[in-house]
């Protein structure tokens, strides 16, 4: 079979042609005058008396200049707006970063004024904001801006690419440079990026498959899924960046949960509520509980766990419990019930199961995912140090009221720093693991607060028992104790996923199909619903019963 051409996608606007932003920015340049050195000058025509039309009209290489130039601008926006889209669905923000210089190189010094125009035409935003040497300006699209691409021959618009490449490859040698700096372990950044060489998506054309069937939210949602497989498919994967906590960012945190089981993942191991666990590490300062104490603690907390007591029953009788197992009252005495409670929720995995009560969380259709994001945003993360207009914020205060007072207290001096010391405590967590790990010549990543290993034969004796002796040693140093779940992928899990998703299709095909018939009956809440959802403001999901279920994604 006869290799198609057609093997390069290129990205562009869905509601806005490239002859028409062409167009707009001649109109600009004749209008103020704003050519560049390489525009062509139009000279005015000069009526003749007496002559012939054909005498009067413009010369005919004038004309072939514009055109010419036309076609040229042309093809520099194509590339240009591709390159921003790729750079837009990279970035978890969003955000596509470009850097002056390498614009410049590119797209000659037409680059400002092509840019400008863009976000005159209010298709792009700027955020304004650079900071020498450290921060390129940062564009963002339109929220009603939809993309879309082309397949292409492979070799289309490859002078581009080129020259992009060439430039960028030396920006990168300065990013790697950067990155290994800010990371401060070349042990770790080696084998970190080598064990990233192994990483592809094994199962292509499924993925591919699912991208196409899956119902999502919004064209945005789609695009960026496309986007990563197309990642994947180009290959050579590093790190990314490094953040000021030590984290680590590749292709692998930026790929959507839905798509992992394609991966070459054999399974990965995940800390059960990873940051509030994280936080026991700044009560234990506060407290002053030792990593001895912990640990003595810690087992009556598996007894009470494995004993199937309510937790909401646990905090009654927790430091009862705790003096009648040989824990002196004298050691625990300082220490409020309701931190001893929090810390016996996080360390057994339980905090986001019972840090909103059930009856809400019916109420409200939360998911855990939900739950995560509100405790982040109103506790945690959020600046306000006060728990006032914050609903989810008033419910952690009432429950641990002394925990709450910690929280407030490690972020009255500086509002991020709670948040910045939680990412360094588990950077500086998994960077230790990772170390270990690759020690034993394991290929392995992180995404956060999970280790992924990887489906190669260099893991064949990597596994999860191993991978979790080291988690647990590594948390166990700093007085914290995990509770560590394990995923499992391969292609059973990839097949389920794809069974699961025609499920969904069918499921929400029948159920759009009888919305639109409630609306042309007139149904107003059947035409609000349709509204919202092709606004993307729902989600799908199957519960655990089989039943659809619709989920608000602006909580």
Not at 74 to 87: C, G, N, P
């Amino acid at each position: 079979m006869k290799k198609s051409l057609y093997t390069k996608r290129i990205w562009g606007l869905k509601d806005y042609s490239i002859d028409d932003i062409v167009s707009n920015y001649v109109k600009a340049e004749n209008t103020y005058g704003l050519y560049s050195k390489s525009a062509p000058k139009i000279m005015p025509k000069i009526q003749l008396p007496n002559a012939p039309m054909s005498i009067c009209d413009e010369p005919k290489e004038e004309k072939e200049t514009v055109v010419k130039r036309e076609k040229h601008l042309a093809k520099k926006y194509e590339f240009l707006i591709h390159t921003i889209i790729k750079r837009v669905l990279n970035n978890d923000n969003g955000m596509a970063y470009l850097h002056s210089p390498i614009l410049q190189n590119v797209f000659g010094k037409d680059y400002r004024k092509m840019l400008d125009n863009l976000c005159k035409m209010c298709i792009l935003y700027s955020d304004g904001y650079y900071v020498l040497t450290d921060k390129a300006y940062g564009y963002y699209f339109s929220p009603n801006v939809r993309f879309t691409y082309t397949l292409r021959p492979s070799n289309y618009l490859s002078d581009y690419d080129a020259k992009l490449n060439k430039y960028l490859s030396e920006h990168q040698s300065k990013e790697e440079k950067n990155n290994k700096h800010r990371l401060d372990n070349d042990y770790l950044y080696y084998n970190y990026n080598d064990s990233l060489k192994y990483l592809k998506l094994q199962y292509v054309n499924e993925a591919v498959d699912f991208v196409t069937s899956h119902i999502f939210p919004s064209d945005k949602s789609n695009d960026y899924y496309v986007r990563v497989i197309d990642r994947y498919m180009d290959g050579d994967f590093r790190i990314t960046s490094i953040d000021d906590n030590k984290r680590i960012y590749s292709i692998a945190t930026s790929t959507p949960r839905l798509l992992k089981p394609f991966l070459n993942i054999r399974y990965s191991l995940d800390i059960h509520n990873s940051h509030p666990l994280l936080f026991n590490f700044i009560l234990m300062s506060y407290y002053d509980i030792s990593t001895s104490l912990m640990d003595r603690i810690y087992p009556i907390y598996e007894q009470i766990y494995t004993s199937n007591v309510e937790s909401h029953n646990v905090r009654r009788f927790l430091r009862k419990t705790l003096i009648a197992n040989n824990i002196e009252e004298e050691n625990i005495k300082s220490i409020p019930i309701d931190v001893l409670y929090y810390m016996y929720l996080t360390s057994m995995g339980l905090f986001w199961d019972v840090t909103i009560p059930k009856e809400m969380v019916d109420e409200k259709n939360l998911l855990r995912s939900d739950i995560k994001v509100l405790m982040f945003r109103e506790v945690f993360y959020s600046k306000k140090l006060t728990a006032r207009g914050k609903e989810y914020a008033k419910i952690f205060a009432k429950e641990f009221p002394n925990v709450y007072t910690v929280v407030l207290d490690s972020k009255r001096e500086n509002r991020t720093k709670l948040a910045n010391d939680m990412m360094k405590i588990e950077s500086e967590l998994f960077g230790k693991i990772l170390v270990e790990l690759y020690a034993k010549k394991f290929k392995v990543i992180s995404i956060h607060d999970a280790i992924v290993v990887l489906d190669v034969k260099q893991n064949e004796k990597c596994t999860e028992g191993v991978v979790k002796q080291v988690m647990t040693g590594v948390y166990r140093k700093y007085g914290l104790h995990p509770d560590i779940s394990v995923d499992y992928y391969g292609k059973e899990c990839m097949e389920k996923l794809m069974e699961q998703n025609r499920l969904l299709k069918d499921l929400i095909t029948d159920y759009v199909l009888q919305l639109k018939g409630l609306a042309q009956e007139g149904d107003e809440d059947a035409i609000s619903l349709l509204k919202k959802i092709g606004n993307g403001d729902y989600d799908f999901y199957i519960d655990k019963d089989g039943q659809l279920m619709l989920h608000p994604l602006h909580i």
